[in-house]
DNA sequence: TATTTAAATGAATAAGTATTCATATGACTG
DNA sequence: CAGTCATATGAATACTTATTCATTTAAATA
């Protein structure tokens, strides 16, 4: 065992190396688990479907999901970075409003996956 | 400002109250969450991409991600105890599989997703 | 103008987690 | 049967991150 693959039973390598060189490189692994990761917390899930719904500014976000106006603030920079909300100021309101589609796509199909 | 919502440019007290009780229940939002969060890690979801291809030992997987055998066992039991994959003993080897094709789904998406 | 309101933010804290290291188990092998 | 190999696992460590608290900013209002 020099090249880290198994001894027994494997026949394999060239199947191995073949993975291995498929795999995508890290920094598109690390962009497709950025995004997983965003919608992984319940407090950003929750926000996505909200706004899914309808724009709404903070102070509403906040009533809707039961959560201080500063957690909610923090997890909407946090979507803002990755561009998947972005907001329109009126007056001293922000209005936030979803900003990528494809998200919302894998949501669903999360939803659906977990209500079996 | 009673029920923490606006008070500024905001008729829509009933839209909040819809969409709060629109929201999917904490049970279900954490079912949710907890899948995209097993494939929000690198190492995660490498050995899934891995496996879709092809059931491999422990080893091999170890030598495609290359990292130790120890911190692959570690993240395969997270797989195992979320139901996305499953192993069979074969000697004193362990061939893991896939277990779960929604999962695959989701993780296709999010691979069209990243690379735009 | 002083005050209140909506939102953002930095710092601190607390909770979660990925990897490593050391060790244990069970199967094959010489 | 002693030793090696494949894997699992517990503990420790290091890192990440979600929330709270306190404060700040900018806009509306009294």
Known sequence: M???????????????????????????IFKITDNFKAISDPTRLKILLALYKKPLCVCDLSAILEMSQSAVSHQLRVLRDKNMVRFKKE???????????????LIKMGVEHAAE
Do not use: W
Request: charged fraction near 40%; glycine fraction near 4%.
């Open 2 to 28: 020099t090249d880290g693959t198994c001894d027994v039973e494997n026949p394999d390598e060239k199947a191995v190396a073949e993975i291995k060189s498929e795999m995508p490189d890290h920094e598109l």
């Open 91 to 105: 007056g001293k309101m922000a209005r936030y409003y979803l900003d990528d589609e494809h998200v919302i796509t």
